[in-house]
C-alpha cells in the first residue's frame, strides 16, 4: 500500500495563491496528481506528474494558473495554485497510478479543504 499525505488547504481571498503539498510513502507507481470535488459535484482531474520523466498535464479550468512539481528525494509532489477563484473552493486530493482519470488511480490520499471566498 501506498500512503498519501496532503498538507497546505486553508481558506484565501480569491486573486490569492495557495501551494498544495503531497508526501508519498512509496514511489512505484508512474504518476501522482492532483483531483478535487466541490459539494454536488464529481470528482475532477485537476494537474499531474509523472515521477520519472517530470511531465506534466494540466486541466483547462486550471491552466496557466498553476504549476505541478515534484521532489523525488522526497517523494513529495506540490501545486502551486495562483490566480484563485471562489470556484476553485473544493476538496483537494492526492492521487498516485498512471495517468489523469479518476478510474487510473490507485491510491488517494485523505484530502485537504480549499476555500476561496470573494
Known amino acids: 500500500q501506498v500512503q498519501l499525505v496532503e498538507s497546505g488547504g486553508g481558506l484565501v481571498q480569491a486573486g490569492g495563491s495557495l501551494r498544495l503539498s503531497c508526501a508519498a510513502s512509496?514511489?512505484?507507481?508512474?504518476?501522482i496528481g492532483w483531483f478535487r470535488q466541490a459539494p454536488g459535484k464529481e470528482r475532477e482531474f485537476v494537474a499531474a506528474?509523472?515521477?520519472?520523466?517530470?511531465?506534466?498535464y494540466y486541466a483547462d479550468s486550471v491552466k496557466g494558473r498553476s504549476t505541478i512539481s515534484r521532489d523525488n528525494a522526497k517523494n513529495t509532489v506540490y501545486l502551486q495554485m495562483d490566480s484563485l477563484k471562489p470556484e476553485d473552493t473544493a476538496v483537494y486530493y492526492c492521487a498516485a497510478g498512471a495517468g489523469t482519470t479518476v478510474t487510473r488511480q490507485d491510491y488517494w490520499g485523505q484530502g485537504t479543504q480549499v476555500t476561496v471566498s470573494s
Open positions: 506528474i509523472s515521477w520519472r520523466g517530470g511531465n506534466t
Open positions: 512509496r514511489r512505484t507507481f508512474n504518476t
